[in-house]
Structures are given as C-alpha cells and as structure tokens.
C-alpha cells in the first residue's frame, strides 16, 4: 500500500516543540513536492506547508510563518516539520501528501490525486 506513514505527535505546552516526521512507504520521495496538512476537531483539512521537489521552494499558511519549518530528507524517504512556539490554535491531527509541484511554483500546496494519505499524528498543544 502507498502511503505515507506520520510520527512525533504528542501533547505540548503552549510554547513548546515537537518535530513532526513522515515516512513514504511503498515508494520513493525522488521528483515529487510533498505537503503537511492538518485537521482540528469540527474543521476541514487545511494545508500547513509544502516543500519541491528540489527542496528549493516553500510555501506555510501565514498562521505558521516563522514558527514552522518544513524539510525532506530523500535518501531517509522521509519529510519533516519543526514545530516552535506552540499554540492551542495548532492542535489538530496532521499529515502528509504529495502535492501538485506546479502548485508550489504557484504558492500553492494542492494535492495530487490519491495523495498517499497516512494514518496522521495528533499534535495536542494544552496546559
């Protein structure tokens, strides 16, 4: 099955940190953009960040900016997201794609059909 598969959730302080791992399974990261994504409670699945294929080229919602950081490691097959300075508004669970790199270009994070769409991890981030 591919899909990927979402790690490093947990429950945080506001202010806090947590590092956020995907792992591709069944296939590789090699050419392909690759987006997270997140879902609270009673709320539609919004995008967080996204990342080319190259690494070269971001994109975070502005709620995000300067907090989160997104990056890949291909040989790993593996996509990450440092998550600083936590707040309540971040609890959700969260996941991963493989977005439309032509979206990237576009400052976009739009998936691709089937998305390789994981379990997700949930990130909690009380008192």
């Known amino acids: 099955q591919l899909q990927f598969v979402e790690s490093g959730g947990g429950l945080v302080q506001p202010g806090g940190s947590l590092r956020l791992s995907c792992a591709a399974s069944g296939f590789t990261l090699d050419y392909k953009a690759v987006g997270w994504y997140r879902q609270a409670p009673g709320k539609e699945r919004e995008d967080v960040s996204c990342?080319?294929?190259?690494?070269?080229?971001?994109n975070y919602r502005d709620s995000v900016k300067g907090r989160f950081t997104i990056s890949r490691d291909n040989d790993a097959g593996t996509v990450y997201l440092q998550m600083n300075s936590l707040k309540p508004e971040d609890t959700a669970i969260y996941y991963c794609?493989?977005?439309?790199?032509?979206?990237?270009?576009?400052?976009?994070?739009?998936?691709?059909?089937?998305?390789?769409w994981g379990q997700g991890t949930q990130v909690t981030v009380s008192s």
């Open positions: 794609a493989v977005v439309s790199s032509f979206s990237v270009t576009q400052r976009k994070c739009v998936v691709i059909e089937g998305g390789y």
């Open positions: 990342l080319s294929a190259s690494g070269g080229r971001t």
